[in-house]
């Protein structure tokens, strides 16, 4: 089992930015990746960020955020984030940290809200 608890959402204006933590605990051997999703009232939920795990990751980022957000992890301290940069109104959304096991289980994290002011 893998447990994920999502922090640093919050509320911040449009063009500012915010910083996502995830601490995870548990069977950390058995993770194979990681990732951030999000969903806002009404939509699917959908990949934002994924990087994998060993070396120096592979990273994957969704459209709408490529060159704003990033994503990066502490393995020492088991440890995943996603710095948000330019937010935008339609950032706003349920953050959810992801993580899939060498098994293909999926676990999340309970989510954080990020609300983007106009």
């Known amino acids: 089992q893998v447990q994920l608890v999502e922090s640093g959402g919050g509320l911040v204006q449009a063009g500012g930015s915010l910083r996502l933590s995830c601490a995870a605990s548990?069977?950390?051997?058995?993770?194979?990746?990681m990732g951030w999703y999000r969903q806002a009232p009404g939509q699917q939920r959908e990949l934002v960020a994924s990087?994998?795990?060993?070396?120096?990751?592979?990273?994957n980022y969704g459209d709408s955020v490529k060159g704003r957000f990033t994503i990066a992890r502490d393995d020492a301290k088991n440890m995943l984030f996603l710095q948000m940069n330019s937010l935008k109104p339609e950032d706003t959304a349920v953050y959810y940290c992801?993580?899939?096991?060498?098994?293909?289980?999926?676990?999340w994290g309970q989510g954080t809200q990020v609300t983007v002011s106009s």
């Open positions: 992801h993580a899939l096991s060498v098994t293909f289980f999926n676990y």
């Open positions: 548990g069977s950390i051997f058995s993770i194979n990746a």
């Open positions: 990087i994998t795990r060993g070396g120096r990751g592979r990273t």
